[in-house]
């Protein structure tokens, strides 16, 4: 089985102690090399998906009966858009832990896959009574966008509109519900109230896990410049300009040098009289090979490309 490169400072040490424990029913050194994988799951799962989604297929391939890897290779599969996967590892763990705590993740594998009426009849299961406050919101969240999906974006708005919604209460979830609410809000035209709670999203989004400020910004009209690529086109014309200016300078110079050589010429021809014209006699089998041949720029092989040559 072929193993991916772990930096060497990765002990294992770092998961879950809730993991650890788990990992405790295989072989010490089986375990300690499982751990490491999951924890490059961990790392990667933001940034590198794909990479993140190598590395639980190892772990899953030497520990497929914990619950944990399951687990991890079910998020690794669903940040890399492996739908299908992803539910079946959810359900898998779901099997073997007999939890419900992935439930709207599970709803919202059922999005991925194009099916969000299944999505919506999972939000209306028993076992989302049995969530905490944090996987119910989830659950709405899921709910919500499974209505937007099926084109129903006045439901969305209601679906969103919560007594956690409502709650000046900040919580780890409060910034993303409050920014779905403003984008549903967006979706149907509502722009004042919509801008009114990006504004709240952001007051709540102390992580920065949302792009509230730039939505904001989008909504009042600012539009952001890269002062270096200004500069850069600033001095771009600057060299346009000196150029312009060699350029008009040398025209100016060789005019005169004309002026001046006509003018030498004319003098010439008023002090020398006119030479008789004398017959020229043609020798037809005169040799004109000598004469050298035109070279063609258009064979040249640094001839500049055509303008409409170009390079995601």
């Not at 709650?167 to 549903?184: E, F, I, K, Q």
């Not at 904001?216 to 060299?239: I, K």
């Amino acid at each position: 089985m072929r193993r991916l490169p772990i930096p060497d400072e990765v002990t294992g040490h770092e998961i879950d102690p809730s993991v650890r424990q788990e990992l405790m029913s295989l072989p010490k050194t089986l375990a300690d090399d499982v751990a490491r994988n999951l924890v490059m799951v961990a790392r990667l799962l933001d940034e590198e998906p794909e990479q993140a989604y190598a590395y639980s297929r190892v772990a899953l391939r030497l520990a497929s009966r914990v619950a944990a890897v399951r687990e991890a290779a079910g998020f690794a599969s669903y940040a890399s858009e492996r739908y299908a996967e992803a539910l079946a590892e959810f359900r898998a763990t779901r099997r073997m832990t007999g939890t419900v705590d992935l439930w709207p993740v599970m709803a919202d594998c059922e999005r991925g896959l194009g099916r969000p009426e299944r999505a919506l009849e999972m939000a209306g299961a028993p076992e989302v009574h049995k969530l905490d406050k944090a996987g119910q919101v989830e659950m709405r969240l899921v709910a919500a966008g499974a209505r937007q999906d099926m084109g129903q974006a006045e439901a969305a708005v209601v679906t969103l509109q919560s007594s956690e919604l409502a709650s000046n209460a900040v919580h780890p979830w409060t910034a993303r519900l409050r920014y779905a609410y403003a984008d549903a809000l967006l979706a149907v035209g509502r722009e004042s109230e919509a801008r009114e709670w990006f504004a709240k999203a952001l007051e709540a989004d102390q992580n920065g896990t949302t792009d509230a400020s730039d939505r904001l910004a989008q909504l009042d009209g600012v539009e952001f410049v890269d002062a270096f690529d200004d500069a850069d086109d600033s001095d771009d014309d600057a060299d346009e300009v000196d150029e312009s200016d060699d350029a008009d300078e040398r025209d100016d110079v060789t005019a005169a040098d004309d002026e001046a050589d006509d003018e030498d010429e004319s003098d010439d021809s008023d002090d020398e009289p006119a030479a008789p014209r004398a017959a020229v006699e043609v020798d037809e089998e005169s040799d004109l090979t000598d004469e050298a041949d035109p070279a063609s720029f258009l064979d040249s092989p640094f001839r500049e490309p055509a303008a409409g040559d170009k390079d995601q």
